[in-house]
């Protein structure tokens, strides 16, 4: 499996960015897609994750995130997105999507789950 994120970049604090992850190589089971950060000097820290491969989309989100980050996906191109708004200066990071292979619809923030990872992308929110 092969993951492309892109869409980082600067931003002022109260704008908004979409990231974009395209996976390819996966066959078409139960399988799951999430999206985590990494700040300088700080843990790998959850974002959001969105079933793939099934007719329903299952989505969760870190807290941190609710109401302001929202999570999505095309099927059709492979491709999941998150829309970011309501951008904060602690929302810089470098942000990383990941693949998980599932054995049902399902969402995991669980990082350690996860089997492939993308090469990360800069989101820098800043004045």
């Known amino acids: 499996v092969q993951l492309q994120a892109s869409g980082g970049g600067l931003v002022q604090p109260g704008g908004s960015l979409r990231l974009s992850c395209v996976a390819s190589?996966?066959?078409?089971?139960?399988?799951?897609i999430g999206w985590f950060r990494q700040a300088p000097g700080k843990e790998r820290e959850r974002v959001s994750c969105?079933?793939?491969?099934?007719?329903?989309?299952?989505?969760s989100y870190a807290d941190s995130v609710k109401g302001r980050f929202t999570i999505s996906r095309d099927s059709a191109k492979n491709t999941v997105y998150l829309q970011m708004n309501s951008l904060k200066p602690e929302d810089t990071a470098v942000y990383y999507c990941?693949?998980?292979?599932?054995?049902?619809?399902?969402?995991?923030?669980?990082?350690?789950?996860?089997?492939?990872w993308g090469q990360g992308t800069q989101v820098t929110v800043s004045s």
């Open positions: 969105i079933s793939i491969s099934s007719s329903d989309a299952r989505i």
């Open positions: 190589g996966f066959t078409k089971d139960y399988n799951a």
């Open positions: 990941a693949f998980v292979h599932t054995t049902v619809a399902m969402t995991t923030l669980i990082p350690d789950e996860y089997d492939y």
